[in-house]
């Protein structure tokens, strides 16, 4: 509990997915989709509003954009409490 929340340091169960193919497209990676899809979010309109709202946090910064462009080969996804590692 004091590593997560009170430091905001990524667990050491944190689940590895690869990243889904449905996602990523030559401009770069739709974060909304990739929410929704590794069920960090309910939905791709839920994963837009967690991003409007400052709640997602990707490689430790806060990301509010829709696209994702130069993805490390891992990326740290967090959502509000949740977190998950995907594989690029």
């Known amino acids: 509990?004091?590593?997560e929340v009170r430091?905001?340091?990524e667990p050491a169960d944190t689940?590895?997915?690869?990243l889904p193919p449905n996602?990523?497209?030559e401009k770069g990676i739709r974060?909304?989709?990739l929410l929704a899809t590794?069920?960090?979010?309910?939905?791709?309109?839920?994963?837009t509003r967690k991003l409007k709202s400052g709640a997602v946090a990707i490689n430790?910064?806060?990301?509010?954009?829709?696209l994702l462009t130069g993805a490390a080969e891992v990326l740290v996804v967090r959502v509000g409490?949740?977190?998950?590692?995907?594989?690029?």
């Not at 430790?60 to 829709?66: E, T």
């Open 7 to 9: 430091q905001g340091l």
């Open 60 to 66: 430790g910064n806060i990301h509010r954009d829709l």
């Open 38 to 47: 590794i069920s960090l979010a309910d939905s791709v309109t839920d994963a």
């Open 81 to 88: 409490k949740k977190w998950k590692r995907v594989k690029t």
């Open 15 to 18: 689940e590895t997915v690869e």
């Open 1 to 3: 509990f004091d590593r």
């Open 23 to 25: 996602v990523a497209s």
């Open 31 to 33: 974060v909304d989709k």
